[in-house]
Structure formats: structure tokens, C-alpha cells
């Protein structure tokens, strides 16, 4: 095996936009953003509470308990390997349950995810190759904004139109050897990607890039030729 190293969203990088390979290999950082310290808030708030850790009021509705949770960014407790064709691919769990044999993801953002996103997401779908017997994934979903989780009276009319922006929402979906295979073959196609050295992905003919939502924004190596 070599060196080299591959989460999903590099591998994701690779797959829609391979140019930004060039940053990553550059040491280039993303842009910090307020979502980016929002959103690490938020994680934390909410793997303290299924973790059994720190329960949170504003979250009494969410039942969910795991035995494992991430304690801070990248802890090595929740991290996993596998090897596919050669290299490592890693990754970090926000929730993990041994016992029940089910994983959990929180994504917060300004719009939740929807259920499909999640059965479509190929994230969930290698998490599932490093938990070989698991068969349940949980997707905990909602505002940025932890002040927006509180369950409001939705007899208040007020209220039912604080509703979709607000609650946060959780998702229990199956984990399935379909899922593995497909993760095999999305790894495969985006290492292919970076074997062949193909790094314009994401570029017009005019070397121009054509990514709508980057996450090097002004930090990028190409805005500053
Ligand atoms: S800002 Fe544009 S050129 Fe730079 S990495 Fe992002 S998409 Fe590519």
C-alpha cells in the first residue's frame, strides 16, 4: 500500500471537480466561513447529547443514543480505514453504536437534507464498507443555527411558519451490501481519476472554473494567478 490517503470528500473533489487537487496539493486550506464554526458548534452540541455526554434540553425529542460519539474534530477514536485497490481511504464517524450495529451522521446546514439525499449519499455508502455487519445509518438533520432546534406550540400560527426552517429532522435508513458495492466502484472511478493525472475536472475549455459552491473561495491558487 502506499502513502497517499483519500476521505470521501477528496474523493468527491476528485469525482466533480478534479482541479482542486491542485490546491489540496498546494497545502491551500478552505475557506473559513461562519457555517464551517456554526456548524462544528452544532456537532457538538448534538454528540453530546446522543453521546449521553451533555443531554440538551432543546433536544428532549431526539431519543437516539449512541455508545461512541466524536469529542472533537478528527478523533481518532472514531476513525476508520479500508483499503481499496491499494490505498487507504479514511474517514471519521460523528456517531457510532456497536451494539444496535448502527451509525449516525449529523448534517447541518441552511437547508436539512431529505431522506433520499441520504439514501443517495455516497458517504453513508462507505461508512457502510468500514462497518462490515452494520445495518442501520441515522442521519440527525437541521438549521446551523442550534437556537432554531427548540420544538415550538404549533398551534401557533406563528410558529407553523417557523416549522421546516427549525426542526431538526432524523432519518433511519438501511444499510445494505448494495450500498458496499456501489461505494467500491465511486472509489475506484475517482482514484481512476487520480491515477490518470486528470486534473482539469471542473474547468471550462478556457481553464476558467465552473464549480458553483467552492470551498477555497478567496484562498484559492488559481484566483491568485
Ligand atoms: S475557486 Fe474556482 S478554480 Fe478555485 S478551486 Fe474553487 S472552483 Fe476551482
Known amino acids: 500500500m502506499n502513502d497517499l490517503h ?4 477528496t474523493l468527491k473533489m476528485l469525482k466533480e471537480a478534479s482541479h482542486c487537487w491542485i490546491n489540496k496539493q498546494m497545502g ?3 475557506e473559513e466561513t461562519i457555517y464551517m464554526t456554526q456548524g462544528t458548534e452544532g456537532h457538538g452540541i448534538i454528540q453530546g447529547h ?3 455526554i451533555t443531554p440538551d434540553p432543546r433536544l428532549f425529542f431526539l431519543k437516539d443514543r ?3 460519539v466524536e469529542k472533537r474534530k478528527f478523533d481518532p477514536e472514531m476513525k476508520f480505514e479500508i483499503d481499496i485497490n491499494g490505498y487507504k481511504i479514511i474517514g471519521f464517524l460523528d456517531a457510532d453504536n456497536p451494539p444496535t450495529k448502527t451509525m449516525g451522521e449529523i448534517k447541518l ?3 436539512p437534507w431529505t431522506q433520499k439525499q441520504f ?3 455516497f458517504q453513508r455508502k462507505i461508512y457502510a464498507i468500514a462497518k462490515p455487519g452494520y445495518t442501520n445509518a441515522i442521519l440527525i438533520t437541521g438549521s446551523l443555527n442550534p437556537d432554531m432546534w427548540v420544538k415550538k406550540d404549533f398551534t401557533d400560527p406563528e410558529n407553523q411558519k417557523l416549522w421546516k426552517k427549525g426542526e431538526l429532522f432524523t432519518y433511519d435508513v438501511p444499510v ?3 450500498d458496499r458495492e456501489e461505494a467500491r466502484k465511486w472509489i475506484i472511478e475517482a482514484l481512476t481519476i487520480f491515477e490518470n493525472g486528470d486534473f482539469n475536472g471542473g474547468l471550462d475549455e478556457n481553464g476558467r472554473c465552473n464549480v458553483f459552491r467552492c470551498p477555497w473561495g478567496k484562498n484559492c491558487h488559481f484566483k491568485q494567478i
Open 28 to 30: 491551500i486550506k478552505p
Open 119 to 121: 439514501i443517495d449519499s
Open 6 to 9: 483519500f476521505s470521501y470528500s
Open 109 to 111: 446546514s441552511g437547508t
Open 176 to 178: 445494505t451490501d448494495k
Open 66 to 68: 449512541f455508545m461512541f
Open 50 to 52: 446522543i453521546g449521553g
